[in-house]
């Protein structure tokens, strides 16, 4: 490691201002920060010590979303070899799985970077560290059989319109995440719906068992194949069901919320009333009923779809979501009431978290907005209370 900051600090001169290399500092820095802890520090003004910079930040959300992650390449040759009949070792199934998931990550990972770093080179910014986990998300919420040309395109929409065209990092209103599952789901619909592109080679036929669906279990409940046994309530736990490759596991899903939940990365509260909110709203519907999607368990809406991913990696994304303590509360809730109410009340968008998510980021801002001014107004009148009674 000593040999390699070495080499670093004696390149670096040609990097900095006045080298013939200057001209690609924002790069230079990016590789630096990534191998290296930043030596800068705050040198005048109050600020807050803290050892949590972005880049730890973000690495901890990556190691968050690697139980998911791992379980979703597992579970995309699982799927794929059930759906032809064929036991295939732990190994094969992986290994499969992994040649489908693998350059999906590695073209979200170069077309995002790449973008992020020509921005960065253009403004002459330093290139922030946010992608990291952006370029993880945006092929976790994707079928395993997306074309990866049309990947590309949607991680491109994303990084430009999603946060480019806001000043970048920290300055987005969207997810990009979203967007670009959002700008496969509207630009290319039948390749992120139906029953046959969850599963990968299904599209393809390639010796598909008589009788084999690939039907999610949203795609059931729309056909009121309710309600589910118990080994299927437990496959939507466990996470052996077709589905996006990250979003399938329940329990991988936990694991990841319990890290972040215990770096303080992500707030709980955000997580909670998300989950509050969409299990009220089910329930709600159950005493009115009317179709398969308000007659069946509250609780299968939590199971179902990217309900536990969104609330979990989605909502809480600190850059998009509301920021103070009792908004967090109300903006997760309301996504939570708004994933369901899609589901149920539209059956066109199945998967209501993605849309839930995107609407309330556009009022997180406003969330805060008058949740500041509330607290303003109690302070006031707490003050004005206090001069009365003295």
Known sequence: MNALRKF???????????????????????????????????VKGAHIRDSI???????????????ALLFGIWNVGFQHFLSINQEVGFWGVFGFGLGKVLPMIVVSYVVGLGIEFAAAQIRGHEVNEGFLVTGLLIPMVMPADLPLWMLALATAFAVVIGKEVFGGTGMNIFNPALLARAFVFFSYPSFISGDKIWIAGLTKGEGVVDGFSGATPLAKAMLE???????????MILGTIPGAIGETSKLAILLGAALLIFTGIASWRIMLSVVAGGYLTGLLFNA???NAYMDMPAYYHLLMGGFAFGAVFMATDPVT??????????????????????????PAYPEGMML????????APLIDYYVVQGNIKRREKRALLKVQSS
């Open 225 to 235: 194949q309710l309600p589910f046994s118990a080994m299927e309530t437990q496959n």
């Open 288 to 290: 009115v009923g009317g």
């Open 356 to 363: 839930a998510i995107l609407l309330m980021n556009a009022f």
């Open 53 to 67: 910079d972005m880049k730890r930040t973000m690495i901890v959300v990556c190691t968050a979303l690697l139980p």
């Open 321 to 346: 979501a509301s920021q103070t303590n009792r908004g967090k509360w109300i903006y997760g809730f309301i996504i939570g009431v708004m994933a369901v109410v899609i589901r149920v009340l539209n």
């Open 8 to 42: 670093v600090d004696s390149v670096k001169p040609n990097f900095e201002k006045g080298g013939k290399l200057h001209f690609l500092h924002s790069t230079f820095d990016a590789f630096e920060t990534f191998l290296f802890v930043p030596n800068t520090v705050s």
